[in-house]
Structures are given as structure tokens and as C-alpha cells.
């Protein structure tokens, strides 16, 4: 129960930082998505299963805050908490740049399809000239509070390095 | 080789996906305004304090950041600037008796072209958190009056419209959003009498006269200190109206609907026409036209407005409280 607090405290936390605080600092027009690394920081260390249900709460939580259509969000980060999931359970080996890595290319994939569904559903102004860049520096952004952000994630949720990322992994 | 998904993993993904889509067709509908919009007003409402207090405490850090990436533009910004500085530091002494006089000035008309319609000032407390799009989040809300489609102003010029509102705070939506679209009319020089026309510049106070019997309109631009003075215009041509469009990734406007057989010149001043369904009151600087483009064979021109507002170093603003409803006839 008190690992579940923890998670929770830390996902409400880094919402309340990327509304609060990483909207004012911004690149180039581009900022990151903070509750998506700590999610896909649980993916990373949990599998799927966590990736999805992490990558739907930090959605939600970031909804709350912006003009895109409700769910949007939500529905972006689950589906990539759970490709990263399962990605993360196929890593033969556990380098420094795995974790890095994986955030990097979540951060991509969450972004695109963000801006994808996003016009599917009809919000004409996600895909424009800018959109590519931002993407890009986003995703950057990401990877760099990946170093700070999935340390941080695996100590609130008392697993420790690689060997509890993959004794969790065949829990699942 | 990628995992083989447990079923366990497919149902998970397969509830919280439905879920997503349930919410975006809700909302995308409309059928969930009334159950998301509190939510999310709710939630809004709770950060706002928050939001504010960062907003206060990270400014440096804030101003740092939005430098980056375009250092090259600020090293250039920052000679022309120093230049100005001198030359507003001579002006400055000549211009400190008028001060005094323009500050209590200031206080009776606020802004010019707001006229009598009541306005609310507010602070700029954020931008929304998201990549892509052109907001700002203003520390007024319903409960100060603000209500949704209200223009926000500042002495430069239009700033948006208000797009949502909590208790609390207000989401503008400015005019460089790819949402945003107003109605203009485009003002020439030539139609501007040339005796009512005086353009002052002073050390960043303005001072404007004109000595006609209509009604005036004035619009001050603070970042160089230049004042454009305009009359309703004793029209010889009939006014030429457009649509100002935010484009998506550009912090210029495109205007669109104006008439082919319209002769449009670089840097006519472009104004709310008041006639776009009511959403805006009428004679609101927007912007200049910095560029026209005739593609050989195109029956129309692409025309691009660069709005008068310095969008990213908005601190306060006034909020005009005045809805369509309530346009005088």
C-alpha cells in the first residue's frame, strides 16, 4: 500500500511540475512531459501491464490541463507505457543508455501519437510546421529528466536497479 | 524479439484504451462538457495558486529559458536596443514633465480603444502545458465577471479571446493560435486624413493629439515607443474587411476573404471590424501587414500580419468585459 502511495504522491507531483513549473521552461517552444517520463519509468522497471495503467494515470493527470480533446493525452501515454513495457522485458542486456534510450524513443512515440489522434479527432492545429521540431526537442527534454527522473521513480517505487527491474518483470 | 503479451496485458491495455477514447468522443462531442468542464475547471482552480507563486519565484530562471535558442536574434536585439536606450535617455529628460501629466491621463482612459466598455485587468500567470498551442492562463476568472469569448487587450493591441474560464483563472486563446481567427478591416494610410494624424515619439510615455470632432481611435506601441493616431477614416474608398487566421507554428497571421481587386500595401495597420458574428468590438489594432505573396494565376494574394502584441513577455493585461450580446447596435 505504501509503495502505491508513493507512486501516486510521486505521478500527482510531477503533473503539478509540468503545469507549474516545466510549462515556463520551455526550448525553442517545446517543454517536456514529466508525468510521461515517470511513467515510462514504471514501464521500464514494471513491464506493460504497470506501463499502461502509469502511462493512462499521467494522460489523465495532464488532461486536466489542457484544451485538447479529453483522453487524448491519456490515450497516448497508455499505449506507449505499454510498448515500452514490453520492450523493456526483450532488453538482452541492461546498459547505462538502456533506460535513456527507451525514453527517448516513449517520448517519440507518445508526442506522435498525441499529434496524430489529436487531428484524426479533428483538432486541426496539432500538425503544423513546427510540429517535427518540437516533437524532436520535446523528446530530447525528456531523455535528459530521464537521468534524474528514473532513479528517482525506481527509489518511490522500491525496486532497486536492474535485477528488481527484471525479478518484477517475470512476476508480471 | 519483442515479448508475447499475456492475455492479462492485452486486457489491461485493451479497458484503459477504451476508456481514452470514451472520454475523447464524450468530449469531442460535447455530450461531456458538463461532466469534464468542472473537472477540469476544478483542477485548474487548484493548481492557479500554485502556478501563481512559481510564476513569481522562477521568473529569472523563466526569462533564462525562453533566451535559449535564440541567442543569435537577442545579440542582434541587444545592439539595437542599447541604441534605443541612448537615445531614449536624451528624450527622457524633455519628456518628464509630460509624465506627470500623462500618468494621471493613463489612470482616466486606461486604454484608448476600449471606449466605455468596462474592463478588468489581470496577471499573466502561465501558458498552458502543452506543446502545441498559443495560450495564456490569466489569473482573473468568473468570478471577477471574466466570461468565456471576452477580447483580452493591452495598450499594444488585441492580445486573444478568452477561451475557458474557472472561478479563478481564464484560458486565452491568442491571436496567433491556430484556433484563433478574427475579423478585421484593414485601415490605409490614404484614408487616414493627414491632419488628424500625428505620430509623437517620446521616451517610453506617449503622447497623441488630434483635433477632430469624430470619435478617435488610438494605439500605442510600448516596445517603440511610437504612437499611430487614427480617425475613423472619412472613407473615399469602401472599407476592406478580412478574416485574420493564427497559422499553426508562426507568429504571424494570414488574412483571408479579402477581395481580390483590393490594392493592399506593406504595413497597413490592420483593426477589429466588429462585424465578425459580434465577437469583438470594432477599431482594436491587431497587427501590420509585413508581406503580401500574388502567386501567378491564384485569384487571391497571401497576406501576412504581424500582430502588434509582444506575445511572450506578457505580464498583465485588461480583459474586456463584453460579450456579443451586449454589442450596442
Known amino acids: 500500500v505504501i509503495r502505491y502511495v508513493r507512486l501516486v504522491l510521486v505521478m500527482v507531483i510531477g503533473v503539478l511540475l509540468q503545469v507549474a513549473v516545466f510549462s515556463r521552461l520551455h526550448i525553442d517552444g517545446a517543454g517536456p512531459d514529466i508525468a510521461l517520463v515517470i511513467a515510462l519509468a514504471l514501464a521500464y522497471r514494471d513491464g506493460p501491464t504497470t506501463g499502461a495503467i502509469a502511462g493512462f494515470a499521467a494522460g489523465f493527470g495532464v488532461d486536466l490541463f489542457l484544451r485538447t480533446p479529453f483522453g487524448l493525452s491519456a490515450l497516448a501515454f497508455t499505449l506507449t507505457g505499454y510498448v515500452i513495457g514490453l520492450v523493456q522485458g526483450s532488453l538482452v542486456r541492461v546498459t547505462w543508455w538502456s533506460a535513456p534510450f527507451l525514453s527517448l524513443i516513449g517520448s517519440l512515440l507518445a508526442n506522435l501519437l498525441f499529434v496524430v489522434v489529436g487531428t484524426l479527432a479533428g483538432d486541426s492545429g496539432l500538425w503544423n510546421s513546427q510540429t517535427v521540431a518540437v516533437v524532436l526537442i520535446a523528446a530530447m527534454y525528456d531523455t535528459a529528466l530521464a537521468f534524474v527522473l528514473f532513479p528517482l521513480v525506481g527509489w518511490a517505487n522500491g525496486s532497486g536497479g536492474s535485477m528488481g527491474r527484471q525479478r518484477q518483470w517475470r512476476r508480471l | ?329
Do not use: C
Open chain 2, 1 to 329: 524479439v519483442i515479448a508475447r503479451p499475456s492475455n492479462r496485458q492485452r486486457y489491461v491495455l485493451a479497458l484503459l484504451l477504451l476508456t481514452s477514447i470514451t472520454f475523447i468522443t464524450l468530449d469531442q462531442r460535447g455530450a461531456g462538457h458538463s461532466a469534464i468542464s468542472p473537472v477540469r475547471n476544478a483542477a485548474r482552480d487548484a493548481v492557479a495558486p500554485v502556478d501563481r507563486w512559481v510564476g513569481d519565484e522562477l521568473r529569472p530562471v523563466t526569462e533564462w529559458f525562453r533566451g535559449i535558442g535564440r541567442s543569435g536574434t537577442l545579440q542582434s536585439e541587444n545592439t539595437k536596443l542599447r541604441q534605443e536606450l541612448a537615445d531614449e535617455r536624451g528624450k527622457l529628460a524633455a519628456a518628464q514633465a509630460v509624465l506627470d501629466q500623462n500618468k494621471i491621463l493613463n489612470e482616466l482612459l486606461h486604454i484608448p480603444f476600449v471606449g466605455s466598455i468596462k474592463t478588468i485587468g489581470a496577471p499573466v500567470i502561465n501558458t498552458t502545458p502543452d506543446n502545441f498551442s498559443s495560450t495564456l492562463i490569466l489569473g482573473v476568472g468568473s468570478a471577477d465577471g471574466v466570461q468565456k469569448d471576452n477580447p483580452v487587450v493591452v495598450p499594444a493591441g488585441l492580445v486573444g479571446r478568452v477561451d475557458s474560464v474557472t472561478a479563478h483563472t481564464a484560458t486565452v486563446v491568442l491571436l496567433d493560435d491556430a484556433d484563433s481567427s478574427v475579423g478585421v478591416r484593414l485601415v490605409p494610410a490614404a484614408a487616414l486624413p493627414s491632419t488628424t494624424t500625428t505620430t509623437t515619439t517620446t521616451a517610453g510615455t506617449s503622447t497623441s493629439s488630434s483635433t477632430t470632432s469624430t470619435s478617435t481611435t488610438t494605439s500605442t506601441t510600448p516596445s517603440s515607443s511610437s504612437v499611430v493616431t487614427t480617425t475613423a477614416p472619412i472613407l473615399v474608398t469602401p472599407p476592406v474587411y478580412g478574416v485574420a487566421d493564427g497559422v499553426p507554428g508562426s507568429t504571424t497571421l494570414t488574412l483571408r476573404q479579402v477581395d481580390v481587386k483590393t490594392v493592399v500595401t506593406v504595413g497597413e495597420l490592420v483593426v477589429t471590424s466588429g462585424q465578425d458574428l459580434g465577437r469583438s468590438p470594432g477599431d482594436i489594432p491587431v497587427g501590420r501587414i509585413i508581406s503580401i505573396k500574388r502567386e501567378p494565376g491564384q485569384l487571391s494574394s497571401t497576406i501576412h500580419v504581424k500582430p502588434l502584441v509582444d506575445f511572450a513577455h506578457l505580464q498583465f493585461v485588461r480583459v474586456m468585459l463584453w460579450i456579443p450580446s451586449k454589442l450596442p447596435s
